[in-house]
């Protein structure tokens, strides 16, 4: 066997992997340390939050209303887990960011990591068929 085709079959063996990974971490029960506060303000201050023992995953909801805004952070209540919305328009409204990892809830704009895997996997099938 040559070392090219060799090479393809370890690739889409690891694209493979990757996604069976990806797909059972997005089914698989977890369990997520999020901060939970109102009226906590962006830039966050932790000392003034609790952490709470989450399953369903995190969530910061940033609420505009004409000169001024409120945040809060917490555990998403929802046994479908939490869902990033946006209420509102010209800028005002509710602003639901969600995610899923420990303390992931304090920055300015939670990012979602549950797809980084399923893009790494499509990068390694592309480089697959390039070779």
């Excluded at 609790?50 to 046994?79: D, H, Q, T």
């Amino acid at each position: 066997m040559s070392r090219k085709k060799m090479h393809r079959i370890l690739m889409n063996i690891a694209a493979i992997l990757l996604i069976l990974s990806n797909f059972y971490s997005s089914t698989a029960a977890y369990q997520f340390y999020c901060f939970t506060c109102t009226n906590c303000n962006d830039p966050f201050n932790s000392t003034k939050s609790s952490l709470v023992l989450c399953s369903n995953g995190c969530y910061k909801n940033i609420n505009k209303i004409p000169g001024s805004f409120a945040v809060e952070r917490g555990c998403s209540s929802s046994s479908d887990g939490c869902t990033n919305k946006i209420y509102g328009a010209l800028g005002y409204g509710i602003y639901n960011y969600c995610c899923w990892d420990n303390y992931c809830n304090f920055s300015l704009r939670p990012e979602n990591k549950r797809y980084a895997s399923l893009f790494q996997a499509l990068f390694l099938i592309l480089m697959s068929k390039m070779i």
